[in-house]
């Protein structure tokens, strides 16, 4: 079954930077379009960032435009998520998933465990 | 943008069935697909619908999903319901420059 293990997560200060890394396996990662999900504590489900198979193609939710940026790596089977210049809403869950399409990220067919980014002076 | 409209919650109890709509506010709910997303209390999300009515392998056909173009909306229904279904529901569909909307989520009881 298709695996996907986030981490990175931490405590950082309003302004901070945090690097989110997702290894993926027991699937051809290269074959598939990826993204990142976040959810504030108590909330629902906010889509972030996806990221084409050939990792070409990036979208950005408007609020994360410009301070985060998703790249990955196919031949270390990685998605990464670089968050600048973090501010206090973008404490959340942090959710890698697995697209069901190769291009343009369309919709989730699995989900990792999620890692949590808390942003508090 | 567009928005995903879902009731915040439906019960009913365990045997029955449950529909779950969410109402495209603008565009047709037939251009982009609609995916469905369970998330128990305390858990990351899994996948029950994507694709408008296709069900990953694992759940089962008592989850299904479809589309109606005359309420533009989608709808998760739920049959033979079982105390384990009581969960958030989230849709999820896309915008023509493949941004993502979720719904507000549905919380299911089972009782």
């Known amino acids: 079954e298709v695996q996907l293990l986030e981490s990175g997560g931490g405590l950082v200060q309003p302004g901070g930077s945090l690097r989110l890394s997702c290894a993926a396996s027991r699937f051809t990662f290269s074959n598939y379009a990826m993204s990142w999900v976040r959810q504030a504590p108590g909330k629902g489900l906010e889509w972030v960032s996806g990221v084409s198979g050939s990792g070409g193609s990036t979208n950005y939710v408007d609020s994360v435009k410009g301070r985060f940026t998703i790249s990955r790596d196919n031949s270390k089977n990685t998605l990464y998520l670089q968050m600048n210049s973090l501010r206090v809403e973008d404490t959340a869950i942090y959710y890698c998933?697995?697209?069901?399409?190769?291009?343009?990220?369309?919709?989730?067919?699995?989900w990792g465990q999620g890692t949590l980014v808390t942003v508090s002076s | 943008n567009f928005m995903l409209t879902q009731p915040h919650s439906v019960s009913e109890s365990p045997g029955k069935t449950v529909t779950i709509s969410c109402t495209r506010s603008s565009g047709s709910i037939a251009s982009n697909y609609v995916q469905w997303y369970q998330q128990r209390p305390g858990s990351s999300p899994t996948t029950v619908i994507y694709?408008?009515?296709?069900?990953p392998s694992g759940v089962p056909d008592r989850f299904s999903g479809s589309i109606d173009s005359s309420s533009n909306s989608a709808s998760l229904t739920i049959s033979g319901l079982k105390t384990e279904d009581e969960a958030d529901y989230f849709c999820?569909?896309?915008?023509?420059?493949?941004?993502?909307?979720f719904g507000g989520g549905t919380k299911l009881t089972v009782l």
């Open positions: 998933a697995k697209d069901v399409s190769y291009g343009p990220p369309l919709g989730i067919d699995y």
């Open positions: 999820q569909s896309y915008d023509d420059s493949n941004l993502w909307v």
């Open positions: 694709e408008d009515k296709q069900r």
